[in-house]
């Protein structure tokens, strides 16, 4: 038996094992309600004006202009995958495992348990697809690698498996835009495994536009070895019935760096529980977690953030603020720092508010009317140093933003 097949065989047997496992954080759901059996590749046309339109929300390109590679997943079927620069791979995880075999155990289920919870088990179990993108060392991608993830069927598991690996001085931008198509019910349980190497740089920017149906569970890890750079931003611009997301970074080498960022806004009835963990696990790394979330009708969220300290000389701050736009919403922030040793700078900064009725005044006094001047309040709340991104994806950004700030009212 093979390396790989023997793995694989101890993964599944240890995912069995913890199905019933339910998650730290959020709210628990019954997993077994929802199957694998969606669409037929011949069921989806992915380049209509109306598909395309949609894509745009989430920072994808149909026409592949300014991207270096492109990955998409429709359901539980890969419709494509394609790279157009030298040293650089993507392709599915199914397809990796043929070209890799047991060059691909080392970042396989390495920094997410497969038993973590209900939700990385039936991932291994059930899931189908996700991607793998590998770029070798020294190889700088030119433009940013495109990844979607689309559910369109009713009652679907989605729990693709991610894996990006960056060698040694190499850098890449990955764009992930999640979205569904109709008004279904849906579980999208994706797992994402990040591992950075020494001097590389990987900046990962997520979008995501569900609906009031859907059930979120992300499972994210990453590892960054010596000066290496990893930069994340979140970004939810739609209501969904429940969302639980906690990445664990670890910063393995000496002057690693991580930036962990979320903009989110609940509308209706969202449950939404979003945070984040930093380890600072080597000498001289730095790591920064900064949260925005809105709340309004009837959103419960929970922000959380923890920074936890284990070697000298390391630095870290922590930034949660809530906004509340409605007195039936809630908001609750939970910073936590952790350390052991002294030689370290830890520090946070939370805080839950309402829109100033003075600054309102303030701006209709010099001619906009409330509507306007709440929408500049909101979008000058929401905006955070998005750093790494192309000028085009920040120009989406800022659009979205006041997209949400419009909804908002």
Same mark, same amino acid.
Request: proline share 3%; with cysteine.
């Given at each position: 038996?093979?390396?790989?097949?023997?793995?694989?065989?101890?993964?599944?047997?240890?995912?069995?094992?913890?199905?019933?496992?339910?998650?730290?954080?959020?709210?628990?759901?019954?997993?077994?309600?929802?199957?694998?059996?969606?669409?037929?590749?011949?069921?989806?046309?992915?380049?209509?004006?109306?598909?395309?339109?949609?894509?745009?929300?989430?920072?994808?390109?149909?026409?592949?202009?300014?991207?270096?590679?492109?990955?998409?997943?429709?359901?539980?079927?890969?419709?494509?995958?394609?790279?157009?620069?030298?040293?650089?791979?993507?392709?599915?995880?199914?397809?990796?495992?043929?070209?890799?075999?047991?060059?691909?155990?080392?970042?396989?289920?390495?920094?997410?348990?497969?038993?973590?919870?209900?939700?990385?088990?039936?991932?291994?179990?059930?899931?189908?697809?996700?991607?793998?993108?590998?770029?070798?060392?020294?190889?700088?991608?030119?433009?940013?690698?495109?990844?979607?993830?689309?559910?369109? *069927?009713?009652? /679907?598991?989605?729990?693709?498996?991610? &894996? =990006?690996?960056?060698? %040694?001085?190499?850098?890449?931008?990955?764009? #992930?835009?999640?979205?569904?198509?109709?008004?279904?019910?849906?579980?999208?349980?994706?797992?994402?495994?990040?591992?950075?190497?020494?001097?590389?740089?990987?900046?990962?920017?997520?979008?995501?536009?569900?609906?009031?149906?859907?059930?979120?569970?992300?499972?994210?890890?990453?590892?960054?070895?010596?000066?290496?750079?990893?930069?994340?931003?979140?970004?939810?611009?739609?209501?969904?019935?429940?969302?639980?997301?906690?990445?664990?970074?670890?910063?393995?080498?000496?002057?690693?760096?991580?930036?962990?960022?979320?903009?989110?806004?609940?509308?209706?009835?969202?449950?939404?529980?979003?945070?984040?963990?930093?380890?600072?696990?080597?000498?001289?790394?730095?790591?920064?977690?900064? *949260?925005?979330? /809105?709340?309004?009708?009837?959103?419960? &969220? =929970?922000?959380?953030? %923890?920074?936890?300290?284990?070697?000298?000389? #390391?630095?870290?701050?922590?930034?949660?603020?809530?906004?509340?736009?409605?007195?039936?919403?809630?908001?609750?922030?939970?910073?936590?720092?952790?350390?052991?040793?002294?030689?370290?700078?830890?520090?946070?900064?939370?805080?839950?508010?309402?829109?100033?009725?003075?600054?309102?005044?303030?701006?209709?006094?010099?001619?906009?009317?409330?509507?306007?001047?709440?929408?500049?309040?909101?979008?000058?709340?929401?905006?955070?140093?998005?750093?790494?991104?192309?000028?085009?994806?920040?120009?989406?950004?800022?659009?979205?933003?006041?997209?949400?700030?419009?909804?908002?009212?």
């Amino acid at each position: 038996m093979s390396n790989l097949r023997r793995f694989r065989e101890e993964l599944k047997e240890r995912a069995r094992k913890a199905l019933s496992k339910p998650p730290r954080y959020g709210v628990d759901i019954d997993i077994l309600e929802y199957g694998i059996t969606g669409l037929t590749k011949m069921d989806f046309d992915l380049y209509s004006p109306e598909v395309a339109k949609k894509l745009e929300l989430v920072g994808i390109d149909t026409e592949e202009k300014a991207r270096s590679g492109s990955y998409y997943q429709v359901d539980n079927i890969v419709l494509q995958e394609l790279s157009k620069q030298p040293g650089v791979k993507v392709m599915s995880l199914e397809d990796a495992f043929e070209e890799f075999g047991d060059d691909l155990l080392k970042y396989y289920w390495r920094v997410v348990p497969v038993d973590k919870d209900k939700y990385t088990a039936v991932a291994e179990l059930l899931g189908r697809g996700g991607y793998v993108i590998w770029v070798k060392e020294n190889v700088k991608v030119s433009y940013p690698i495109q990844a979607c993830l689309i559910v369109t *069927s009713n009652n /679907i598991l989605q729990a693709p498996h991610n &894996i =990006i690996i960056a060698e %040694r001085n190499s850098e890449v931008h990955v764009i #992930t835009g999640c979205l569904v198509m109709k008004e279904n019910i849906a579980l999208h349980a994706g797992i994402s495994e990040f591992y950075v190497g020494e001097n590389a740089k990987v900046t990962f920017t997520m979008i995501h536009n569900w609906n009031e149906n859907m059930h979120i569970r992300p499972r994210t890890g990453v590892l960054v070895k010596e000066s290496g750079h990893f930069i994340s931003h979140y970004i939810n611009i739609s209501p969904v019935n429940s969302l639980q997301t906690y990445p664990i970074i670890r910063l393995v080498g000496n002057n690693a760096r991580a930036h962990l960022s979320s903009v989110i806004i609940g509308t209706k009835s969202s449950k939404i529980d979003i945070g984040g963990e930093i380890i600072l696990d080597a000498e001289k790394t730095r790591g920064d977690i900064i *949260s925005r979330t /809105i709340a309004k009708d009837k959103t419960e &969220i =929970i922000a959380r953030g %923890r920074l936890t300290s284990t070697k000298p000389r #390391t630095k870290g701050h922590l930034e949660c603020r809530g906004l509340l736009l409605s007195n039936e919403a809630s908001i609750t922030t939970i910073p936590e720092l952790k350390s052991s040793i002294q030689d370290t700078e830890l520090t946070h900064e939370a805080s839950i508010g309402k829109l100033a009725e003075e600054e309102i005044l303030y701006l209709m006094a010099r001619g906009f009317s409330r509507e306007e001047a709440e929408g500049l309040l909101i979008r000058g709340f929401m905006r955070v140093d998005i750093e790494g991104l192309p000028r085009n994806l920040m120009k989406l950004i800022d659009q979205t933003i006041k997209l949400i700030s419009i909804k908002a009212l």
